[in-house]
C-alpha cells in the first residue's frame, strides 16, 4: 500500500471514530429526559430527577468540547507532520533506539498530559463540585497528576523499553518473547494493585471490628469464601460516589470497600455488594478475565509482529526514515477497528458476568438486599436511568440498573 493511501486511511479510522462515537453520545443524551421507568419510580423524586437531568446535560456537553478539541488537535498533529518533527527532534538528541522511542513517547506524553488539564480541572472543580460530587482539593488534584505521570512514564517507558530490547534481539519472533514478559507484568500487577499502586494515592486500612464486619465474615464462611481482611479506603477525599472492587487472586485476594459507600448503605445492602464481588470470584470471573485479557495482547502483538517492519507506516506519518516506535502508532490507529470489535465482545462477555455475580449474591443472601444497594448507588451518582440500547451495546461493561433489577427479581 503506498504511504499516501496508508495516510489518508489513517485519517479516515480517526475522523470515523469520532463521528460514531459522537452519534452514540447524541442517541444517548436524547435519552436524558425520557419518563423514568415504572420499576425505578421509588428510586427518585422531581427534584432528584431535575438535578439528574441537568447533571447528565452538563456532562454530555462538556464531553462534546472535550472530545471535539482532542480530536481537533490529534488529527492537525498528524495532518501536518508533527509526528515526524518529534521524531526528528528525538533523533537529534540520541541515535540509540531505546531513547529515541522514549524521548518520542515522553514528549508525546506530556504535551497531551498537560492540555489535558484544564478539562480535568474544570471537570472536578466546576461540574463536579456544582453537583455536590468532589472533595478533592486543589493540592490532591496536581499531587495525583504528577503521581499518575510518574507512574506511566516509568511504568510505560519500561514495558516500551522491553519490548524494542526483545524486538532488535529475537526479530520477527519478538512477539512470543514481548507476550511472555508483559503477560507476567499483567498478572503481577493484577495479583499486587492493591498493595503497590493504590497506597500511592489512597490510605488503605483494615476494617475496624464492628457488627458489619461480624456479618461480613459470617457470610464468607457461609459460602466457603477464605478472607483474611476487608479493607476500607478513603475514597471520600476525592468524591462522594462510592465503590467497591474486588482484586487479586489465590492468597492475594481481597475486597476492598470505598468508605463512602458504608456511609451510604445500609449493613444487609453492603453485604449483599460484597456478595456480588464473591461471585466474580465463585464463577471464575477474575481468571477468565485475565485469560482473555492475555489472550488479546497475544493476538495484538502478533498483527503488531506482521506490520512492524513495513516501512510506509512510519513514512504515512512523516517520519523521514522507518521506525519502530512510529510504526507503533500507525498500528494503533490502523488496529482501532478491530480493536472495536474485540471491545464489543469483552464488554458483553462483562455484562453476562455482571448477571452471573448478581444470581450468586441472590441466591447466597438475597436480591432485595441488592436491589436496595444499586438503587442508592444509582440515586446517589445521579446516574442515566434511560439509556440508549446502541450505547450500552457499545460501551457499558455493566448492565443498566433496570436489566439487572429484572433479572433479581425473577
Sequence with gaps: METNTLFYLILGILIAEFLIDKLLDYLNAK??????????????????????????????????????FTF?????????????????????????????????????????????????????FVIEAEFGFNKSTV???????FKSLVLGAVLGGGILALVILIYDWAGPQFWIYAWICIGIFTVLLNL????WIVPLFNKQRPMEESPLKQLIADYSKEVDFGLKDIFVIDGSKRS??????????????????????????????????LA?????????????NMVVSL?????????????????????????????????????????????ELTGLAMNYVSRKFEFQADDYAKNTF???????????????????????????????????????????RS
Design 31 to 68: 435519552r436524558f429526559s425520557a419518563d423514568i421507568p415504572s420499576e425505578l419510580a421509588d428510586l427518585t423524586d422531581k427534584e432528584t430527577q431535575e438535578k439528574s437531568v441537568r447533571y447528565l446535560k452538563t456532562k454530555y456537553r462538556y464531553g462534546i468540547w472535550e472530545s471535539l
Design 72 to 124: 481537533v488537535f490529534t488529527l492537525g498533529f498528524i495532518g501536518l507532520g508533527g509526528i515526524g518533527w518529534v521524531d526528528d527532534w528525538a533523533r537529534s538528541i540520541t541515535e540509540h533506539p531505546i531513547g529515541v522511542a522514549l524521548l518520542f513517547f515522553g514528549a508525546i506524553g506530556l504535551v497531551s498530559s498537560i492540555l489535558r488539564i484544564p478539562f480535568s480541572y474544570y471537570n472536578t
Design 139 to 145: 493540592g490532591l488534584f496536581f499531587s495525583d497528576y
Design 192 to 195: 499486587f494493585y492493591s498493595k
Design 240 to 273: 462522594t460516589k462510592a465503590n467497591a472492587y474486588f482484586s487479586g487472586f489465590g492468597n492475594q485476594k481481597r475486597i476492598t470497600l470505598y468508605d463512602t459507600l458504608i456511609n451510604d448503605l445500609e449493613e444487609d445492602e453492603i453485604v449483599a455488594v
Design 276 to 288: 456480588h464481588e464473591v461471585g466474580h470470584y465463585k464463577h471464575r470471573h477474575i481468571i477468565t
Design 295 to 339: 489472550a488479546s495482547i497475544g493476538l495484538t502483538l502478533y498483527l503488531l509482529s506482521l506490520c512492524i517492519n513495513y516501512p510506509e507506516l512510519s513514512l504515512a506519518l512523516g517520519a523521514s526514515e522507518p521506525a519502530f516506535h512510529v510504526a507503533l502508532i500507525a498500528f494503533g490507529i490502523l488496529y482501532g477497528p478491530f480493536s
Design 366 to 408: 438475597g436480591s432485595a438486599p441488592l436491589v436496595g444497594a444499586l438503587k442508592k448507588l444509582s440515586k446517589n451518582s445521579l446516574s442515566n436511568l434511560n439509556p440508549h440500547p446502541a450505547y450500552v451495546f457499545m460501551h457499558y461493561s455493566h448492565p443498566p440498573l433496570l436489566a439487572r433489577i429484572h433479572n433479581l
